[in-house]
């Protein structure tokens, strides 16, 4: 029972171009979302994190946006540079428990 | 200040064979996690401690790993015997507390052949 999913695996965007990766989510008791970001051989770092009593929270070039009906997030990368190229990996926290449940994650490609 | 340091970074062994896993947290946190990511998958919590307490290993695989937090600071993680299935990057990460941002280190990328 996946329940943070992230469907694409890859995605390629040009440099200077936006980068839009989205996280799906079936619990909706999740009070807390977070994006982390992973180079490879080293562990995931944190990036941005949105709580559930908000729509929307930005740092800098990154933007993360919640649809709680939809149980949909997105991260807003402006403008995209190649060190942004990594795997994010979306993740949520049950209050309850607290918990971080994690999607497969995205692998981003930023192009020259 | 001193990140999450793991080692080894990597291991290859055999299956049935044994492994041990290292990890030093950031000074001064009290929560230590161990972490299974397998290729393609999100890390999937293993084991919590609190201080040198357990606080959830419910997925944990109790038959062939345990691991240890002596004196609330270093932690080890340990296979015995490994089978393929246990082919997967090993990371540990700390937080001040259960709340707080978790810290992650490099990881093990463990191979069983």
């Known amino acids: 029972d996946q329940q943070v999913k992230q469907n694409s695996p890859s995605l390629s965007v040009q440099e200077g171009r936006i980068s839009i990766l989205n996280c799906d989510y079936t619990n909706s008791m999740f009070d807390y979302f977070l994006w982390y970001k992973k180079y490879p051989a080293e562990g995931p770092t944190f990036l941005i994190s949105?709580?559930?009593i908000k729509d929307k929270n930005e740092d800098g070039r990154f933007t993360v946006f919640l649809n709680k009906s939809a149980k949909h997030l997105s991260l807003h990368i402006v403008p995209s540079q190649p060190g942004d190229s990594a795997v994010y990996f979306c993740a949520a926290i049950e209050e309850e428990n607290y918990q971080l449940i994690w999607g497969a994650g995205t692998k981003l490609i930023i192009k020259p | 200040e001193a990140g999450v340091a793991q080692s080894p970074r990597y291991k290859i062994i055999e299956k049935r064979q044994s492994v041990a896993f290292w990890c030093n947290p950031i000074?001064?946190?009290?929560?230590l996690y161990w972490y299974q990511q397998i290729l393609g998958q999100g890390p999937k919590l293993l084991i919590q401690f609190q201080n040198n307490g357990v606080v959830d290993d419910s997925q944990l695989p109790k038959d062939r790993f345990s691991a240890e937090r002596l004196k609330g600071v270093d932690s080890t993680l340990k296979i015995q015997p490994a089978k393929l299935e246990d082919s997967a990057v090993y990371l540990c990460a700390s937080s001040l507390d259960r709340r707080a941002e978790q810290y992650f280190g490099p990881g093990t990328r463990l191979t069983v052949t």
């Open positions: 949105i709580s559930s």
């Open positions: 000074s001064g946190h009290a929560t």
